[in-house]
């Protein structure tokens, strides 16, 4: 398939999921997740229609915007790997959202860094994925961690992220994305700020939609597998 025919295919299937779950297509974002790809192919995937893009590493989106140039402010960055401290320097000013922030020194760092920039940083919280996941907050302690990450008035804390266990059958995925929309809905009763679900990715987006996903992480669906 060829990455058009790749990319057509995949929001084809994002429409389908949204019409099976009674939403709109312009409630779901796409983020292609593009790590270890060229910039070449990004601003294909542009030219192609994609707006959105996820990198994983710091650096490696440093040296792509940096390539990019004026091509990149058309387009729209995401972080979406395990953020170290010391790389929040190549990232605060650089994307629209941070998809996972799960330890308050980070979100210290972000907010340091974002005050001495003239920034917000948009940032969502990870969650836990089960005992083969080391990164992420426990459900018990998502309370607390809104309420002491409120007191940093240059991040903004806008929803859930969560790296479910691999599963052969997407279905499987299912319970833990509609576990992680309930624990969204019942803290944005007092967060009213957390609104945003991210997850679902190439294997099984099409049940993360169904479950209330506002925003995809979808990689090899669309650009193959990487070398």
Not at 18 to 28: F, T, Y
Not at 60 to 80: I, M, T
Not at 103 to 127: P, Q, W, Y
Request: charged share 35%.
């Amino acid at each position: 398939m060829r990455f058009k025919e790749r990319i057509e295919d995949v929001e084809r299937r994002i429409g389908e999921a949204c019409r099976r779950s009674g939403r709109g297509r312009h409630e779901v974002v796409l983020v292609a997740v593009s790590k270890k790809f060229p910039l070449e192919l990004i601003l294909e995937a542009a030219r192609l229609g994609l707006r959105d893009f996820g990198e994983n590493y710091a650096q490696e989106l440093r040296d792509k915007q940096k390539e990019a140039s004026g091509c990149a402010r058309e387009l729209s960055w995401h972080f979406v790997g395990a953020l170290q401290r010391n790389k929040v320097k190549y990232v605060v000013g650089k994307v629209d959202l941070v998809h996972a922030v799960d330890n308050m020194a980070l979100v210290e760092e972000l907010d340091k860094r974002a005050e001495a920039s003239g920034v917000c940083v948009r940032a969502l919280v990870e969650i836990n994925g089960g005992e083969e996941s080391k990164n992420g907050i426990e459900e018990s302690n998502l309370r607390r961690f809104l309420e002491n990450a409120s007191r940093f008035s240059n991040v903004s804390l806008e929803g859930l992220m969560i790296m479910p266990p691999y599963f052969e059958d997407s279905e499987m995925s299912r319970p833990w994305f509609a576990e992680l929309r309930e624990m969204r809905d019942s803290v944005a009763k007092e967060f009213p700020g957390m609104q945003e679900l991210s997850r679902g990715m190439s294997g099984d987006f099409e049940v993360a939609i169904e479950e209330g996903a506002t925003l995809l992480r979808v990689g090899t669906a669309l650009f193959g597998r990487r070398s």
